[in-house]
């Protein structure tokens, strides 16, 4: 149901939030494109409840076909920020980073969509600051799963003369799983990140 009958927080919404959930137990099984359409339509409503369910509903797909999972989510990543932010959102997660194939595709997807992010650098599209805040923990996330690509993935974003990236590139720096993997590294590269603002 659309937000003109099941607005935020109402009891319509939490039967919408049911019927994504549906989709998703159903998709895990069985593929449907107008079902995939569906889900991927919900993943830009402008109720959050309703987008957050959306990641939940692609990683109940994941958990049952991982394979399945990443197509979707190869798919939607050539769509909105709403969509690339659905598909991070599921995919780049520590249970589906466990097989060597699945996350080196995740690090490439993640490539492809931090190259759109600098592409369209503008806050004023819709889910550009949801898709950024996802990017600032998932390539941590990422690297953490497989860090000799990882790392030289993320050296070379480093490298960038971008302000959303080093914004994205230090915020990963901070999270506590950098600091477990390879603290001097950490060190290293943050020094670099933030002798870009002393120039």
């Not at 937000?3 to 919404?13: G, L, Q, R």
């Not at 987008?51 to 994941?62: Q, W």
């Not at 971008?162 to 999270?175: A, E, F, H, S, Y």
Request: hydrophobic share 40%; with cysteine.
């Amino acid at each position: 149901m659309d937000t003109d009958i099941a607005p935020s927080n109402s009891h319509n919404e939490f039967l919408t939030l049911c019927g994504v959930l549906g989709v998703g137990k159903y998709l895990s099984r069985s593929h449907d494109d107008g079902l995939v359409m569906l889900l991927r339509e919900r993943a830009n409503d402008s109720r959050t409840n309703v987008r957050n369910m959306v990641v939940k509903a692609l990683k109940m797909i994941g958990y049952h076909n991982n394979k399945r999972l990443l197509r979707y989510a190869n798919s939607w990543a050539g769509g909105t920020y709403r969509d690339q932010r659905a598909a991070l959102a599921a995919i780049c997660d520590a249970d589906f980073l466990v097989e060597n194939d699945i996350a080196l595709k995740v690090l490439e997807l993640l490539d492809w969509v931090t190259v759109s992010i600098i592409t369209n650098d503008d806050e004023k599209i819709t889910g550009y600051d949801e898709l950024r805040q996802l990017l600032e923990k998932c390539w941590s996330i990422a690297v953490v799963a497989r860090p000799r690509k990882g790392k030289k993935m993320m050296e070379r974003w480093m490298k960038e003369d971008k302000p959303v990236i080093n914004q994205i590139m230090r915020k990963n720096m901070t999270q506590h799983r950098m600091q477990q993997l390879d603290a001097y590294w950490v060190r290293k590269w943050q020094a670099r990140l933030y002798a870009d603002d002393a120039q």
